[in-house]
């Protein structure tokens, strides 16, 4: 089996590629494609004025101004969850003006019933974390002041029994709830905006190291992300079976 380690902290605690959907690290653009990190090739289409910027670690998307602003990662069978999911990424918002969705798989428009998404909402005082079941659409909302102009890791996790909001590794919101989670919509899914949902775009906002798992990852696993950053291992050949090029992503802004 490919084998593609995130080490932490300079030691293997836990193999993130376990699961691992889409990794963005945001330094692998070209032209207005970024490519998928996690090796998968879901690569990602930049939209409208959406800027290429410094982040937390490298570089960074920026959403400029509401409206088609975001990313784009086109529908595909690998982006279908269900069971247990982890959303997660650093943001930096330089005021909360207005609703934002971080990760958008259709959760408004129709195909809110097979789903996943979050973000914050009413200027940034409450999460939303968003997810299907088939027929209805289970929501964590819950109020959580946010912090502007400063880089926040922002993770949303379902276990099958318990959805979670953490902030900088440490929960921030919980709902028990215990639902088939089916995350299994055709639809696009969206980074820094909900498609044809221009009110709900992160506007004024940054996004870096976004990534989807297809498992709820541990407490332990998200505190070590947020506390000591990726040690990425990239792929030396897509076709072999081994993997190399341990680069650490270094650097804050």
């Known amino acids: 089996l490919l084998a593609l380690m995130l080490i932490v902290a300079g030691h293997a605690t836990a ?10 690290t945001f330094d692998n653009v070209k032209g207005k494609t970024i490519v998928d990190d996690s090796g998968n090739g879901l690569d990602a289409d930049i939209i409208a004025n959406t800027d290429i910027v410094d982040g937390k670690y490298g570089k960074a998307i920026r959403i400029t101004a509401v409206g088609a602003d975001c990313v784009n990662v086109p529908a595909a069978d690998e982006l279908k969850i269900s069971g247990e999911i982890t959303m997660a990424a650093w943001i930096n918002q330089d005021s909360w003006a207005t609703d934002g969705q ?33 027929n209805s659409r289970p929501t964590l909302n819950s109020p959580h002041a946010m912090d502007t102009k400063k880089w926040l890791h922002v993770v949303g996790t379902y276990d099958g029994s318990t959805m979670k909001v953490y902030v900088d590794g440490e929960v921030a919101a919980e709902k028990d709830e215990k639902f088939d989670f089916k995350g299994t919509n ?16 992160f506007e004024n906002g940054s996004i870096d190291e976004a990534a989807v798992w297809r498992r709820a990852l541990s407490e332990a696993e998200i505190q070590e992300i947020a506390n000591e950053g990726f040690l990425a291992v990239s792929p030396l050949d897509k076709v072999a079976t081994t993997w190399g090029s341990i680069k650490r992503k270094a650097g804050t802004y």
């Open 102 to 134: 971080w990760f958008d798989k259709n959760c408004h428009n129709g195909g809110e019933h097979s789903s996943y998404g979050l973000g914050a909402f009413q200027s940034g005082k409450n999460f939303n974390m968003f997810l299907g079941t088939g």
């Open 186 to 201: 055709d639809q696009d899914l969206r980074i820094g905006c909900s498609k044809d949902r221009p009110n709900y775009t």
């Open 15 to 24: 193999d993130l590629a376990e699961g691992l959907v889409v990794y963005f």
